[in-house]
């Protein structure tokens, strides 16, 4: 089973950038789709990002289109969120998984993004 670390949230103020990294451990990664995904307190975990295998197409909520963007390095068996121009809102627990998502989630990392 893969297992999913998450690094990199941390606070910063509205406008702020952070940048986001998932290692994923096993020789599978590069078959994948990966996603990221994130749970504000008291709401339900929602999609943010989508990955293909390559790298070569991505898909976004519409609620970070044109300021977050996912990548992947297959030789690192990493993927990567850079987050641009935050805001409040998008303060949450941000986890990544296979996408669809299936088997456990890793601890997230914590993103805090102050007005």
């Known amino acids: 089973q893969v297992q999913l670390v998450e690094s990199g949230g941390g606070l910063v103020q509205a406008g702020g950038s952070l940048r986001l990294s998932c290692a994923a451990s096993g020789r599978t990664f590069s078959r994948y789709a990966m996603g990221w995904f994130r749970q504000a307190p008291g709401k339900e975990r929602e999609f943010v990002a989508r990955?293909?295998?390559?790298?070569?197409?991505?898909y976004y909520t519409d609620s970070v289109k044109g300021r977050f963007t996912i990548s992947r390095d297959n030789a690192k068996n990493t993927v990567y969120l850079q987050m641009n121009s935050l805001k409040p809102e998008d303060t949450a627990v941000y986890y990544c998984?296979?996408?669809?998502?299936?088997?456990?989630w890793g601890q997230g990392t914590q993103v805090t993004v102050s007005s």
């Open positions: 990955i293909s295998r390559s790298g070569g197409n991505t």
């Open positions: 998984n296979k996408d669809p998502p299936e088997g456990s």
